[in-house]
């Protein structure tokens, strides 16, 4: 098959294959006006909870909503120092936030782009209440140590497994380490409904129960509201497609890291390019397959003109945003993420994705390494 596109993110195409699965779904749904919360989305929770080997999985309305509404029902308030990494999305930091806490972050693991155990300690102080770390690309942090770390000094920890779906490190999947998982169901995401949704996996039945509360209201039966919450509730039609799509999961991840190991074997001999580090005790399931390069910008526009697109993820890291200015965090507080920031390059990665595309893809790669080593060439000194 000629090649001489790659997109990003082909959702079309995932949906072209679910299709006979999914619309009849989505029709059980209107058909019962299921719409807000009820049997579809706690179906699709008792599935969720199974597949992360947790006791509870409560759907919400999104990843973000996810992660505030498990720091709320952990009890995060104002005041709280939590910690966690400035090379995340957004939503990881606004969550602790909107808590009314003072996110601090720490550096990250250059090889794994994860989370640094060896900074945390540094980063705790009397104030320090909690620990996000961020299972980033699709590759869990190293939790055994992280969770030493926060039973020495008595910390919580909230998973931000958003990018992770299905991802394990030492067989134990991700969101069942901490005292929560909380994971985005964003349509891009390795598990992504149809519009917007997310999920608190626990252990913990009291807590789930909270969040319960706090997702609808405070209301623990109709017109009785025994706390002030709000409204995070997951939609019956997402609930009805994310079941459908979790059956297909596992096949998905494994499509992924397939992609990844072409990529990897092809990439090893090209000069310039910085691969992604799979530890060897984690399962990588690659949301995202990030390579690095010093000319980033000359890279992308390169793929662009061969039909390949590219993200980054994140050209600024968190302490480095407007909206955190008030952190008072200059440039170079965080060496290794800002390194990995100016370099980072998102390569297409999806299940749908064909062997033509990855080989177009590394063949866009191959010939832009080749012209930039020989330029490299003439100008050091003989
Ligand atoms: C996608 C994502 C979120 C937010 O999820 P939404 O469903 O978009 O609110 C949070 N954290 C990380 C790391 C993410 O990738």
């Known amino acids: 098959m000629k090649v001489n596109k790659v997109p ?9 294959q679910l299709r006979d699965e999914i619309n009849p779904a989505i029709q059980q749904v209107l058909d019962s006006a299921a719409f ?4 579809f989305v706690q179906k699709f929770e008792e599935e969720f909870a199974d597949f992360c080997g947790c006791a509870e999985a409560v759907g919400v309305s999104s990843g973000t909503d996810a992660l505030w509404l498990a720091l ?15 090379n995340t999305f957004m939503a990881t930091a606004e969550a602790l936030s909107l808590c009314g806490a003072r996110p601090v972050f720490v550096d990250i693991h250059e090889p794994t782009y994860l989370m640094d155990p060896l900074c945390i300690e540094a980063a705790i102080t009397a104030k320090t209440k909690a620990i996000i770390p961020v299972h980033l690309f699709g590759q869990m942090a190293d939790m055994d140590a ?8 008595g910390l919580l920890v909230v998973e931000d497994a958003s990018q992770a779906h299905g ?4 067989g134990q999947p991700a969101g069942s380490f901490g005292d929560a998982g909380c994971f985005s169901f964003y349509p891009g995401k390795n598990l992504g409904a149809y519009g917007e949704a997310g999920a608190v996996v ?40 994310l079941s459908v ?3 297909h999961l596992q096949a998905a991840n494994e499509a992924r890291r397939n992609h990844a190991e072409c990529y990897e074997t092809l990439f090893s001999c ?8 799979a530890a060897t005790d984690a399962k990588h399931v690659y949301h995202i397959y990030s390579i690095r390069t010093p000319d980033r910008d000359g890279l992308i526009k390169h793929l662009d003109q061969t039909g390949v697109s590219c993200g980054i993820h994140y050209p600024i890291p968190l302490h480095l945003q407007e909206a955190y200015r008030h952190l008072g965090l200059e440039k170079g507080s965080f060496p290794i993420a800002e390194r990995c920031a100016s370099e980072q390059i998102s390569l297409p990665m999806y299940p749908e994705l064909t062997h033509d595309q990855v080989l177009w893809v590394v063949a866009g790669i191959a010939d832009w390494s080749t012209t930039r080593s020989e330029f490299d060439r003439t100008e050091s000194p003989p």
């Open 36 to 39: 807000a919360g009820g049997p």
């Open 245 to 247: 799509k979790l059956k």
């Open 72 to 86: 709320l029902a952990l009890g995060i308030k104002p005041d709280d120092e939590v910690i966690t990494v400035p």
């Open 202 to 241: 626990t252990h913990n039945a009291e807590l789930a129960q909270r969040i319960r509360l706090l997702r609808d209201h405070g209301q623990p039966h109709k017109y009785i509201h025994s706390v002030i919450g709000w409204n995070c509730r997951m939609d019956g039609i997402q609930g009805a497609v």
């Open 167 to 170: 991802a394990e490190f030492k």
């Open 146 to 153: 992280i969770m030493k770390i926060a039973r020495r000094h």
């Open 8 to 16: 990003f993110l082909d959702l079309k195409a995932q949906y072209a």
């Open 270 to 277: 090209l000069p310039g390019i910085i691969r992604p580090v």
